[in-house]
Each structure stands twice: as C-alpha cells, then as structure tokens.
C-alpha cells in the first residue's frame, strides 16, 4: 500500500523506510520491486550524475511531493534535556529541469552549513518554563498497550505550559 501516511503506524513506517503495510521499500520501479535493494529512503540515485535510482529513470513525473524528518532514536534519563536542530532544506531555481532545482538545493544546503558553523543559528538561551497551577491531565488508554497519550486542559488565560515526566 503506498501513497499518503493515513495513521500514525503508516507514518512510523515511512520513517522507517517501510510501505503502509510494513514492506520494505526497495530500489527500483516505484519502491515495491521483488528485485531491487532494501533501502529506507526513496530515490537514492544522483539525477545530476544520472547514477542510482531516481524519479526520472523510474518514470515519475513532476508533481505534489512531501518529506517527512526524523531524528534518533534516544534514549533520555529521568530530568535530562536535548536539544534538536533540524534543518529541512528547499530550492527553487529560475531555470527549467530538475538538474538546475538539484544544483540550487544543494547551493542552499551548502550556505546553510556554512552559516550554521559561524554560529549563525546559535540557540537560544533555554527558558524557563511557566508553572501552571490547577492544570486538569488525563492519560489513556487504559490499560494501555505500551503508548499512553497525555491530554492537558490548562486554565483559563494560559497559553502554554510546560509537562516535566519523572
């Protein structure tokens, strides 16, 4: 089954390099070969250099496409914070093709790193988190099979809070 994550499991297995239905993608045609190589992103290949798999040698044609990012997995100890900076990097180029496209991404990519080692996109300096007092949680399922959600209410006039799990 391909096409748009429709729950959170088909978003899991995109994330993981998996169809809908937990199938590996593999390289090749439109990700679902029985010959091609295991892979866990799509369209591996270089379309500049014209090696690999690519959505031009697999027959798709310009359209609507999505990305999702991912991080980890970690593994955090009762009161520890990280940080995480993500970049999801775009271009555009004024010339026609997908090569021109490729070639501004990777001039974005490449201004971005370089801004990013002077420092441009420092974080800033943590906050301190609001304390919300008389905030109404609720937690479910239960019983629960191994993934709770936490529903918060917070008072009137608050906007944000903060959910320290110990």
Do not use: C, H
Request: no cysteine.
């Amino acid at each position: 089954m391909t096409g748009n994550p429709e729950t959170a499991i088909d978003q899991y297995n995109y994330l993981r390099g998996r169809w809908r239905d937990a199938l590996p993608f593999t390289t090749g045609g439109n990700g679902r070969t029985s010959t091609g190589l295991q892979t866990t992103y799509m369209f591996d290949g270089d379309p500049v250099a014209r090696t690999g798999w690519t959505e031009a040698n697999a027959g798709n044609v310009p359209g609507d496409r999505r990305g999702l990012l991912t991080a980890g997995p970690y593994t955090f100890s009762a009161g520890q914070r990280r940080t995480f900076e993500l970049a999801y990097v775009f271009g555009q180029s004024p010339q026609p093709g997908v090569n021109a496209g490729l070639a501004r991404l990777r001039q974005k990519a490449d201004e971005l790193r370089t801004q990013y080692a002077a420092g441009a996109y420092a974080p800033p300096p943590p906050a301190t988190p609001p304390v919300v007092q008389d905030a109404s949680l609720s937690f479910g399922p239960n019983p629960t099979g191994g993934q709770v959600t936490v529903y918060a209410v917070l008072p009137s006039g608050s906007a944000t809070g903060f959910l320290r799990l110990l």
